[in-house]
């Protein structure tokens, strides 16, 4: 508009006028506007229309006896197109500048993910519209084990490529929206909205078992440890401790053995810490956030732990995992119809340990499905939250769990803290013939158990499911057999 206006006015205001200022001015606010190119393209066009209406204009003063020649014509129209050439390489190479500076101002140089501040910046505005749409908030923190070996063994040029694998591949797996920073030498946060908390718990799941996937193609010993804070946004106060608590639940990580995940709901875990640590009467802010975050120059070691009954941990995700889903997709039990003797074998289980609760559980990619089950409402639940998905890492032997609660994998698992109240499991995994578990015949019980266990029943339970879901596969055209471990 700028461009057009500028000719229009300079035909109007005849040939003996000239407005060159304008039009470097309007070239410039191209330039700016829509790039180098496409805003020099549209000023060179602007003034060789000019130049073509002021050619009229001096056809028409010839006649006055005021005379002008083609040469003349075509050399104002070059010295104009060189004056707006040179003034659009410079406008533009301020505006990259500035561009960078400004990129610089909130990125990390090394990674390109955002640095601390513009991550607390974005944050605030991210977590206002979660609230306004009724959304739930993941706030995960990472940190690289190993990452210090890389740099003392191969150099730090390694481990700048770690680095900038690792924030790369990461920002991808999340969505445009969400927000993943560097926020010191090898730690990163992420910050995602979900629909609820139950799909908050998956979705940091599946981030770390993606991101340690990412870690071990690079071909280092470097794995990852993540602490994960899901809460409603009402909850979500990133200025008041959200990301010292998140840390703190990555350094319980760092406690236990390093390569995994806790997963907390930032409500539950927020009241636990104030009974955990209560105020000191004239401690200040600072002082009590030391309590619960203290710097990082002291031994991690030192932190006070956390309740149990504050986190939990999803399992990790098999090296194998493709091959397992495979086995399960070809067993074709996903798809078949609730199977009246699957449900007897699940029946039979509750009787033989006198509990309230009994299931087949077939863990997928994202969930635990229930081929037969009794005492439960849900069909499935999430993956991340899933006894069975544990039970699966460990292929020849039966997981037991006597108390859920005094077990830190499972103390902070919504299942136990809330319906259906889990604090006993028992469960055999069901394995195809290539040796991947598909998923596991499981005992529960509201309440713990320490007596000896009738184990070798539930295995004998185990190969029936197994041989029906064979029988299912066979009749689907399968050809994988499963068997019980």
Known sequence: MGLAGTVLLDHATGAILSLSFLYIFAAAVAVWCLGERLGLILSIIAILVSSVLKHFDFVAMAHDGHRIGLGAEAWNTFARILSIVLVGIVVDGLRIALALERWRASHDGLTGALNKAAFQERAGVMVR?????????????????????????????????????????????????????????????????????????????????????????????????????????????????????????????????????????GGSLEARLHVAYPPIVDDDMADILARIDPPKEEDPVERPAL???????????????????SAVDASGILHASQDPELQDIVAAGARLFKAPIAALSIVDHDRQWFAARVGLDAQETSRAVSFCAHAILSPSELLVVPDAMQDVRFSGNPLVQSDPSIRFYAGVPIIGSNGQPLGALCVIDRKPRMEELPLQELSALANRAATKIAAIQAKAGGTDLALAS
């Not at 149990?308 to 397992?324: C, G, H, L, T, V």
């Open 129 to 265: 519209q979660a609230r306004e749409q009724g959304r739930a908030l993941v706030l995960a923190y990472m940190d690289l084990d190993g990452f210090k070996g890389v740099n003392d063994r191969h150099g730090h040029s390694a481990g700048d490529r770690v680095l900038r694998t690792f924030a790369g591949e990461a920002a991808r797996q999340i969505r445009g929206a969400d927000l993943f920073a560097r926020v010191g030498g090898d730690e990163f946060v992420a910050l995602m909205a979900v629909r609820s908390c139950e799909e908050g718990d998956q979705v940091a799941e599946m981030l770390h078992g993606r991101l340690t996937n990412i870690l071990r193609e690079t071909g280092f010993a470097v794995t990852c440890s993540m602490g994960a804070l899901v809460s409603s946004s009402e909850m979500v106060h990133l200025d008041d401790g959200g990301l010292e608590l998140a840390d703190t639940l990555m350094y319980e990580v760092k406690r236990s053995g390093k390569n995994a995940l806790r997963i907390a709901r």
């Open 307 to 325: 309740p149990k009954q504050s986190f939990f941990s999803p399992a990790p995700r098999p090296i194998d995992e493709e091959k397992r889903q």
